[in-house]
T-cell receptor, first 109, second 116 residues
Framework: AQSVTQLGSHVSVSEGALVLLRCNYS??????LFWYVQYPNQGLQLLLK??????LVKGINGFEAEFKKSETSFHLTKPSAHMSDAAEYFC???????FGQGTTLQVKP | SAVISQKPSRDICQRGTSLTIQCQVD?????MFWYRQQPGQSLTLIAT?????????ESGFVIDKFPISRPNLTFSTLTVSNMSPEDSSIYLC?????????????FGQGTRLTVV
């Protein structure tokens, strides 16, 4: 079975600061990993994904994530937060997309 | 990309009644899924909608409560039957073009259901 754990249900950063959203997974097979963003009252949008190959994955809006098999992690980062990044972020694993609990990112001016 | 349209976008229903949610994709897709997102929570997979055969349900979800149809490669419906206030939630349709789990999944805007 596959599962995802997102550490921190709520993360608050200042505008311009580093964003780090944590995701750990459990999978009995090589995982496919995804990060999605959900803005208020909207559907989900794919930020980035890891399937095979390069472990550092770059996505939209300046986000990137690194797959670390030894740590079973897929943390999402962005060097400099923008006010427009405030949203709910979900990590997901495998083909059926098992989602983590979500992390609300707040960006303070 | 794929554009997914869900109807209705929201509804308020009486307990004991049923609501059918429609999901239309603008192009053929291999896989379609239905999720539930309860207020302030994450997404929980209800079932995989299989074209031409019965849906595959996740643990805790049954066909009698959530019957699903998928008559072709672009359309699916989810019915929430005999509703109770606990069914109040956002229901999301998702689609993926390719199998194997690697491809991007696209999501509809969701149907916000309130049961009174």
């Amino acid at each position: 079975a596959q599962s995802v754990t997102q550490l921190g249900s709520h993360v608050s950063v200042s505008e311009g600061a580093l964003v780090l959203l944590r995701c750990n997974y459990s999978s009995s097979v090589p995982p496919y990993l995804f990060w999605y963003v959900q803005y208020p009252n909207q559907g989900l949008q794919l930020l980035l994904k890891y399937t095979t190959g390069a472990t550092l994955v770059k996505g939209i809006n300046g986000f990137e994530a690194e797959f670390k098999k030894s740590e079973t992690s897929f943390h999402l980062t962005k060097p400099s937060a923008h006010m427009s990044d405030a949203a709910e972020y979900f990590c997901a694993v495998t083909g059926k997309l098992i989602f983590g609990q979500g992390t609300t990112l707040q960006v303070k001016p | 990309s794929a554009v997914i349209s869900q109807k209705p976008s929201r509804d308020i229903c009486q307990r004991g009644t049923s609501l059918t949610i429609q999901c239309q994709v603008d192009s053929q897709v291999t896989m379609m899924f239905w999720y539930r997102q309860q207020p302030g929570q994450s997404l929980t997979l209800i079932a995989t909608a299989n074209q031409g055969s019965e849906a595959t349900y996740e643990s805790g979800f049954v066909i009698d409560k959530f019957p699903i149809s998928r008559p072709n490669l672009t359309f699916s419906t989810l019915t929430v039957s005999n509703m109770s206030p606990e069914d109040s939630s956002i229901y999301l349709c998702s689609a993926r073009r390719q199998g194997g789990g690697q491809g991007e999944a696209f999501f509809g805007q969701g149907t916000r259901l309130t049961v009174v």
